[in-house]
């Protein structure tokens, strides 16, 4: 068997404010990108595929 090619993907909210550090880190202690709601066009390419 292959490497897997999933991934895990979080858009947390950023419209009233950043996103907390403790958010993200958490988010990547799980294996999670975690992308700001603001920026959720950079992976939409990602994210249709």
Known sequence: M???RT???ALPSD????V???VIDALR???IEPI???RKGS???ELVA
């Not at 419209?15 to 950043?18: P, S, T």
């Open 2 to 4: 292959g490497k897997s």
């Open 7 to 9: 991934k895990a993907y």
């Open 15 to 18: 419209v009233e404010g950043g």
């Open 20 to 22: 907390p550090a403790e």
């Open 29 to 31: 202690s799980y294996g």
């Open 36 to 38: 700001a709601w603001s």
């Open 43 to 45: 992976v939409r390419q």
